[in-house]
């Protein structure tokens, strides 16, 4: 019997506090698994989230994980219109002993717990508009099936055995400790109680005889798997971080417990006394939803992206690569990883009562509203830090003022009494600023915008293929402000339509601006899909026409025919997207408090 000590890459759990400099640089990357373009047709692609605990309800942190494999997924679609080709999954995590403690402190069957818990995450996800194909939940009968199926093929490969298992277990992050990670504090009785040193969540001693996979075997293909793809696990400074941990101790892994402690679980196959340990169980939801074990399951494995927390990393990017080797499947395609919201630089917690309710925060900011907040300020690399105030400063000012009042200057009734896309003159803006005519009106700042616009869809794929969309929108509203700039410079409230002279140039720059606009709305939709849906309604863009394929920007500039041109604009004329800083009543109230 073995006798399994120090655990000490086991309960790093919340250890991943890594420094996180810098940022990798742009490199456009669409080669998935076996070199074939992720965008090729045919291509497959499969996003997932971390599934979600269902001991709390949902709390902002749970939606951006959510809102980043959204974004990412919708962006795919963009590019591959196709249903069949992308696959996108979310769902609960449902099992374990922090399940089970906490339905038992609310007076709950586990069952009823979860039910109640993951019917809140379906829901919050439903209204902000996480556009996922699947929802798995741990507790279903297909995802049993397939964690079984799991857990014969490493048994069948020889990979579990075992053994005594004696250390630190923390039940609120469902992991081993090794002792240099505990620390002793005051209980309640003023006794002094082992805890986490890291989130503070009690420990206990267990000394049981569990299975334990051979984790320590697969240190070289981990590795090796992190050396040949240096975009498995991105960002770079996180892949870094498990190519370190790669390098200090790899015990084994203890992956059941003692059905008399845990029952509420899934049970070992052909050996009731012991529950299927809580992440193994959780892990392979990933297979569940793609159907394993049936054979279906390959059309979409390994054309895995997992988008994740930093705290879950070495879940996901040494234990999860290592089970799959072990069955026999490769590692999946990606890791994303992001960092986490604090609330004025605190941890979000229960205990310190400064959870942030996102069902509020939607309600406040509208669905797009927030998720642009979300999307916009939040850093993969780095923790972020909420309040209120600062989202209602960046709504303001680069939805509201900056795009919404762009698309408000160039189709209101005053500046565009026909109510159409505008007719764009080449010989007031001609293809170079050298072979301008004795029409030609455009400028040099007028071409680096146009320069500008036309290279931002590219920009904007390398970013997110970099898991860096917060760039992206941030390369997006450099333009809007560039176009704003455009439209300032030549001012056509100043121009009249009843010219010979004006009339080509202002319809010129009014084309030139709902271009811009078009392709901004276009971009935008995987981050805001309703504001993007209203604005390209507006431009009189067709349902058909709102693909990456189909956004051929300023057409007429170098040349071609646009079929944009003298068409209608659409008839909703309202705001994109009103002020909320004199819109919302709740915050003059929070003004006053
Ligand atoms: N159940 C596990 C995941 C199993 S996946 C096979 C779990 N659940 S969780 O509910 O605790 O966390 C789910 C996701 O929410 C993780 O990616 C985690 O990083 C993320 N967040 C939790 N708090 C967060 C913040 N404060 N900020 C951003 N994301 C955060 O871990």
């Not at 078009?518 to 349902?543: I, N, Y």
Request: glycine share 8%; hydrophobic share 40%.
């Amino acid at each position: 019997m073995l006798r399994v000590r120090a655990l000490r890459l086991l309960g790093r759990r919340r250890a991943s506090g890594v420094s996180v400099p810098g940022s990798c640089g742009p490199r456009h990357c669409s080669s998935g698994p076996l070199g074939v373009r992720d965008d090729a047709p045919g291509a497959r692609a499969f996003f997932t989230t971390p599934i979600f605990y269902v001991n709390a309800a949902p709390h902002i942190g749970h939606l951006y994980s959510a809102l980043l494999a959204d974004a990412l997924c919708r962006h795919r679609r963009l590019r591959v219109p196709s249903a069949a080709a992308t696959r996108f999954s979310t769902g609960t995590d449902e099992h374990g002993l922090k399940i089970q403690q906490a339905a038992a402190a609310a007076g709950l069957a586990p069952a009823e717990l979860c039910d109640r818990v993951s019917a809140q995450f379906q829901q919050l996800f439903r209204e902000a508009g996480v556009s996922s194909t699947d929802f798995v939940r741990t507790t279903e009968a297909r995802h049993r099936v397939a964690v079984q199926h799991f857990w014969g093929l490493l048994e069948a490969r020889g990979l579990l055995y075992k053994g005594l298992y004696e250390g630190w277990y923390c039940a609120s992050e469902e992991c081993f400790l090794p002792e240099a990670k505990v620390t002793r504090q005051p209980g309640p009785s003023g006794d002094a109680c082992p805890v986490s040193l890291e989130s503070g969540h009690p420990v206990s001693w267990t000394k049981e005889e569990n299975y334990i996979f051979r984790l320590s075997q697969f240190r070289e293909p981990l590795r090796r798997w992190l050396r040949d793809d240096p975009q498995a696990v991105t960002p770079e400074p996180f892949r870094l971080a498990v190519l370190q941990w790669l390098e200090e101790e790899l015990p084994d892994l203890s992956v059941s417990r003692r059905s008399s402690h845990l029952h509420w679980g899934i049970p070992v196959p052909g050996d009731d006394s012991q529950t299927i340990y809580v992440w193994l169980d959780a892990l392979v939801n990933y297979l569940t939803v793609i159907g394993y074990p049936n054979a279906e399951f390959r059309a979409w494995w390994p054309a895995t992206s997992h988008i994740i927390g930093k705290d879950i990393l070495k879940f996901h990017a040494i234990y999860w690569p290592a089970l799959l080797l072990g069955a026999g499947m490769s590692p999946p395609h990606r890791i994303y990883v992001h960092s986490h919201w604090t609330v004025c630089g605190q941890k979000m917690s229960k205990s310190l009562g400064n959870v942030v309710d996102p069902k509020t925060c939607l309600d406040r900011y509208t669905v797009d509203g927030f998720r642009y907040f979300l999307l916009r300020q939040g850093v993969p690399n780095w923790d972020c830090d909420y309040y209120d105030e600062k989202v209602v400063k960046l709504l303001d000012s680069e939805l509201a003022d900056a795009l919404g009042g762009l698309l408000n200057r160039c189709t209101a009734n005053r500046i565009n009494p026909s109510g159409t896309y505008p007719v764009f003159c080449a010989n007031c803006f001609p293809p170079a600023p050298g072979v301008a005519g004795p029409s030609a009106r455009a400028q040099a700042e007028d071409y680096a915008l146009v320069n500008a616009v036309a290279t931002l869809p590219r920009q904007v794929a390398e970013h997110y293929d970099n898991f860096q969309i917060y760039k992206a929108l941030e390369a997006v509203s450099s333009c809007v402000r560039q176009t704003n700039g455009f439209v300032q410079r030549h001012a056509p409230w100043k121009l009249s339509w009843e010219s010979p002279v004006d009339a080509p140039w202002l319809g010129t720059v009014l084309h030139v601006a709902l271009e811009c606009l078009r392709v901004f709305g276009t971009l935008l939709q995987p981050v805001t899909p309703s504001l993007a849906d209203k604005l390209l309604s507006r431009l009189g863009v067709s349902a058909t026409e709102r693909g990456l394929g189909e956004l051929f920007f300023l057409p007429r500039f170098y040349g071609y025919p646009c079929p944009f041109e003298g068409r209608r604009l659409g008839p909703e004329t309202g705001l994109l997207f009103p002020r909320l800083d004199q819109s919302r009543a709740w915050l003059v109230k929070a003004h006053r408090t």
